[in-house]
């Protein structure tokens, strides 16, 4: 069997170049059905109303596709040309305009009018350093309209399942597919290692993250000049709890 390394991180795409966004839609498929996707539409929808919306990392148009088949006015900055082709080649995609950059700095046409800026998916946890998420919550901030809103979807760092001495979590095994996280406590960074063995051929990628807590957020909203709105464990607004897994948050800029 030969083994191919697939981690790139000089490509100008990061880490979501050619070789991920070939496969980016099928290996999440499980966010791409209605029940993960609806939701969250429903809740931007209605934080958008009238005005336009921004995508943070817009990738290949999983939720602003459908955002804008509500009728919402939808632009994303995302610094993966690989990824926005996938998101051009779909239906609707060459309607929705893109800023290339990194989505911490970028600064896209109209900002200072958006109703709505969001992240999904953990994507706030793909700026690998605190400086960076901080700075990507001012980008956010300068972007919107007084009054609107930045959202963030993101997990709770699962450091439960970490015992004393263990610094990797498995999150899947199969018999053509092992992925695990890798922890390091100190400096608050994961990498995600992805193994894929297909017939005598195998794969490896390995993508750092940066996880960060609910509260080091509304200080990086604080820091931003935005101010907390609303926290619930999910898109369906259930009660965000300590036993809560994931979050949706919504901070506002001040009228």
């Not at 509500?70 to 996938?86: E, K, L, P, Q, Y």
């Not at 297909?198 to 996880?211: K, T, V």
Request: glycine residues 10%; proline residues 6%; hydrophobic residues 40%.
């Amino acid at each position: 069997m030969t083994t191919e390394q697939q981690d790139q991180p000089t490509d100008p795409d990061g880490y979501f170049g050619e070789s991920v966004a070939a496969t980016y839609d099928a290996s999440t498929s499980d966010m791409f059905t209605s029940e993960a996707i609806d939701p969250a539409v429903d809740f931007l929808t209605e934080l958008a109303g009238d005005g336009p919306a921004l995508e943070l990392g817009i990738g290949t148009g999983r939720i602003a596709l459908p955002l804008a088949g509500r009728g919402v006015t939808v632009h994303g900055i995302d610094m993966s040309r690989a990824m926005v082709a996938r998101l051009r080649a779909k239906p609707g995609g060459d309607a929705i305009g893109v800023t290339f950059g990194d989505f911490a700095t970028a600064r896209a046409q109209g900002a200072g009018t958006f109703s709505v800026a969001y992240l999904v998916f953990n994507t706030i946890n793909n700026l690998t350093s605190q400086a960076a998420q901080v700075a990507c919550f001012r980008n956010a901030a300068a972007h919107l309209a007084p009054g609107g809103t930045f959202v963030i979807e993101v997990g709770v760092p699962d450091l439960r399942r970490l015992p004393p001495g263990q610094t990797v979590v498995p999150f899947h095994v199969s018999e053509s597919r092992c992925g695990f996280d890798e922890y390091d406590i100190a400096t608050q960074s994961m990498t995600s290692h992805h193994i894929r063995v297909e017939g005598d051929r195998g794969s490896s990628l390995s993508i750092p993250f940066r996880y960060v807590w609910p509260a080091e957020l509304d200080l990086m909203a604080e820091l931003a000049g935005l101010r907390p709105r609303e926290r619930w464990d999910g898109w369906t607004r259930e009660p965000f709890t300590s036993d809560s897994r994931q979050h949706v948050s919504v901070w506002e800029k001040p009228a």
